[in-house]
Antibody
Framework: EVRLVQSGAEVKKPGESLKISCKGS????????IGWVRQRPGKGLEWMGI????????RYSPSFEGQVTISADKSMSTAFLQWRSLKASDTAIYFC????????????WGQGTLVTVSS | QTVVTQEPSLTVSPGGTVTLTCASS?????????PNWFQQKPGQAPRALIY???HKHPWTPARFSGSLLGGKAVLTLSGVQPEDEADYYC?????????FGGGTRLTVL
């Protein structure tokens, strides 16, 4: 059974850094893309970017390029989403999801990580 | 900036049929955009329904179907059930990145 387990909720102040994680199990982690999706409170889904852990090939949405960093550690079967300097507008639930291809067929989802940025 | 547009909300009666559409600001949606459809209920992660325009996942109920019509990707629900009340999102592929539509809130009333 494929499982994606995300790290727990975070409360941060504006300007702080943060790295959240998504651990995959039940499949060969290196062989599948993992993507990140943002959902602000009461709003829709936003595709942020995706990484192929096998070779660290990473693609970003133009809307998120330069705002976040996506990485992966094959040895830990874990993908990461990182901010250098959080803003209040980063408050959201962040989902990781595994597609079968690069074309967006996200069949497996993590439970989501709530990030709250507030002074 | 690429924008994917869906109806903000739709209402359907139980047992009825409803069509949700997904349009791209770049022009007509074709199979090369690999349209995906997702369902999300409150407090839950999204669930995949349709991939590559028409293909269903093993768990997708038969009443859901995907197609292209009039330059848009389309999700049709036939014989709507009360449990279909949810938010529905399309996702299009733009050659290296994907973009979600704004979502359609489907009310079954």
């Amino acid at each position: 059974e494929v499982r994606l387990v995300q790290s727990g909720a975070e409360v941060k102040k504006p300007g702080e850094s943060l790295k959240i994680s998504c651990k995959g199990s039940g499949y060969t982690f290196s062989n599948y893309w993992i993507g990140w999706v943002r959902q602000r409170p009461g709003k829709g889904l936003e595709w942020m970017g995706i990484i192929y852990p096998g070779d660290s090939d990473t693609r970003y949405s133009p809307s998120f390029e330069g705002q976040v960093t996506i990485s992966a550690d094959k040895s830990m079967s874990t993908a990461f989403l990182q901010w250098r300097s959080l803003k209040a507008s980063d408050t959201a639930i962040y989902f990781c999801a595994r597609p079968n291809t690069l074309y967006g067929d996200f069949t497996d989802w993590g439970q989501g990580t709530l990030v709250t940025v507030s002074s | 900036q690429t924008v994917v547009t869906q109806e903000p909300s739709l209402t359907v009666s139980p047992g009825g049929t409803v069509t949700l559409t997904c349009a791209s600001s770049t022009g007509a949606v074709s199979s090369g955009y690999y349209p995906n459809w997702f369902q999300q209920k409150p407090g839950q992660a999204p669930r995949a329904l349709i991939y590559s325009t028409i293909h269903k996942h093993p768990w997708t109920p038969a009443r859901f179907s995907g197609s292209l019509l009039g330059g848009k990707a389309v999700l049709t629900l036939s014989g709507v059930q009360p449990e279909d009340e949810a938010d529905y999102y399309c996702l299009l592929y733009y050659g290296g990145f994907n973009v979600f539509g704004g979502g359609t809130r489907l009310t079954v009333l």
